[in-house]
């Protein structure tokens, strides 16, 4: 099942992948004359900036860990020292972080922050990102970002809680790196020797709002389809929602996303010298649903008029009133991908519609009763604009992050439906324009074609960043290409779980591309070579 449900969100995924053999219970192992069991119990009490640790557990490996009341534990990687803590920078804050800290025998001596998804509220986010890194040796730290919520949709928590807009905005994230970094003192008895931030989606954002506001939290950042230009982002989603939902008619089935990308893939399939049902760039395409209109009304193997319309709103982006362009669209090729289109776009609960109603409604106009009916995209949008110096992590001056040394990766997938991939590279323009030689020797931006919202899509999308960025942190060279791996199963291959490749392709240093020799198998990376864009 590769269906990515919520912001960044694989851990809905997990639970449904999970649930036959999971428990919602963690195994912890307590061995009261275990030293390593002692030195974890003795961090309850310590004393934090703004709060402390409130209790520790020894977890074993193997054992079961689960992040959230009712969801399914992941087995751990390795042996941890699980550690609570809660944080309250003002009255209305409580920030909950957990820090994992593995044996010292195992401990490679880093330190890394992991991102949250979506409005957070819970560790089951950033559980996933900490459950692979403590199996490679770090020690990580996650944040719920200040507040409990049902479900990472959920912005109830925000209502008239100005605090708590800003820790889920910066101060979560850059309050749980301090506490990470006394609690690994207390532990080890040394500082990490290097500390890293690793998201995606929101997390992204995250992630680029400490290289932005926080240049000394982290050594190197990994940003993964960052919802960075937050209030930009919100504004275009409640533009999207009211493009296919603002009439009935509008609305485009489940069934007919699959001509939309049948006929996209007819067009341009072979553009890229391969065909395998993946467009390397599909920017390339220049795909109009108007091919799919019906001569007459409206059938079940055509678009009607307005089908046709919404479709075309959503390949071009969100406009502004006058019809200038806002923000970036989204790509041909993959619109039937479970988990794509039918989860952000066009299906009855599409998330844009949702995530950007409860930001107007619980952020911006702090009354619960707001509708998406009564939108207006000038005035929404300058109100929603009084939230950007918190939420937005857009500004492409990260100069005092490169020059202590700072790496960034970014990465995007091609075919992400939750946020439009132009937009990255917009971002990624930017500070090569604004930084010059620090961001050409600092910054890298690798698109994957193929790949959905953080993970998933027909495309091989699973690869490591981690350990694309410590080997270049260390120093060793900038990177120009990352394997990527398509596993029968991409969630179990993503959290390292039993799952067979199926397909691998090198993700090149943007602007290049792959460009397959034409001898080898188009299934292994081996047989492809980075190359400019238009070169044969």
Not at 96 to 118: C, D, R, Y
Not at 264 to 280: E, W
Not at 284 to 305: I, N, R, T, Y
Not at 381 to 393: G, K
Request: hydrophobic fraction near 40%; include cysteine; aromatic fraction near 10%.
């Amino acid at each position: 099942m590769n269906r990515i449900v919520h912001f960044g969100a694989l851990g809905a995924v997990a639970a449904v992948l999970l649930a036959a053999g999971g428990s919602p219970e963690p195994v912890a192992a307590f061995a009261p004359a275990d030293p390593a069991a002692d030195a974890c119990a003795a961090l309850t009490g310590l004393t934090l900036t703004d709060g402390k640790v409130v209790r520790t557990e020894q977890v074993a490996k193997g054992g079961l860990v689960s992040t959230k009341e009712g969801t399914p534990g992941l087995p751990s990687q390795a042996a941890f020292c699980r550690v609570y803590a809660e944080l309250s920078p003002t009255p209305r804050s409580k920030i909950k972080v957990e820090v994992w800290l593995p044996a010292s025998a195992a401990w490679n001596g880093k330190l890394l922050g992991a991102g949250n998804g979506g409005y957070g509220g819970s560790m089951l986010l950033p559980q996933l990102t900490m459950q692979g890194a403590l199996g490679k040796g770090y020690a990580t730290v996650g944040t719920d970002m200040g507040h409990v919520g049902t479900a990472d949709t959920d912005g109830k928590w925000a209502l008239n809680e100005p605090e708590r807009i800003a820790d889920f905005g910066h101060r979560a994230n850059h309050l749980a790196s301090g506490a990470g970094k006394a609690v690994i003192a207390a532990y080890y008895g040394a500082a990490p020797k290097a500390a890293y931030f690793q998201g995606c989606s929101d997390g992204g954002r995250e992630a680029l709002m400490e290289a932005q506001r926080y240049p000394q939290d982290y050594d190197a950042i990994i940003a993964g389809a960052p919802a960075n230009a937050w209030t930009r982002l919100m504004t275009a989603f409640m533009v999207d929602d009211r493009a296919v939902f603002a009439r009935p008619e509008s609305a485009i089935p489940n069934a007919k996303l699959k001509l939309l990308q049948d006929a996209a893939i007819a067009q341009c399939d072979a553009k890229d010298g391969v065909k395998d049902g993946v467009l390397d760039d599909p920017r390339q395409c220049g795909f109009d649903p108007v091919v799919l209109q019906c001569k007459a009304g409206d059938g079940p193997g055509c678009l009607s008029a307005p089908q046709v319309t919404a479709a075309r709103a959503l390949y071009r982006g969100a406009v502004d009133a006058k019809g200038n362009k806002f923000f970036p669209g989204y790509m041909p090729g993959a619109e039937a991908v479970p988990g794509a289109w039918d989860v952000w776009l066009t299906g009855p609960k599409a998330q844009h519609g949702i995530f950007a109603g409860e930001f107007f409604r619980y952020m911006v106009h702090s009354n619960p009763d707001w509708q998406p009916a009564s939108f207006d995209f000038a005035r929404d949008y300058a109100a929603a604009r009084r939230l950007a110096p918190v939420l937005d992590s857009d500004n492409p001056d990260i100069g005092p992050f490169l020059r202590r040394g700072g790496k960034l990766i970014l990465y995007h997938g091609w075919n992400d439906a939750a946020i439009a991939p132009e937009n990255t590279i917009d971002y990624y323009q930017a500070v090569r324009k604004r930084l010059g030689k620090a961001a050409e020797s600092s910054v890298r931006l690798f698109m994957a074609p193929g790949m959905s919202h953080c993970l998933a899509g027909p495309g091989p999308n699973s690869f490591d960043a981690l350990g694309t960025l410590d080997k270049w942190r260390q120093g060793g060279p900038a990177p120009e290409t990352i394997v990527a791996t398509k596993f029968d199963n991409d969630l179990f291959g993503y959290l390292g779980f039993p799952a067979k490749p199926v397909r691998t392709r090198p993700l090149c240093a943007y602007p290049k591309v792959a460009r397959w020799d034409g001898k080898g198998s188009t299934d292994d990376a081996a047989s492809f070579t980075c190359v400019p864009p238009g070169k044969r």
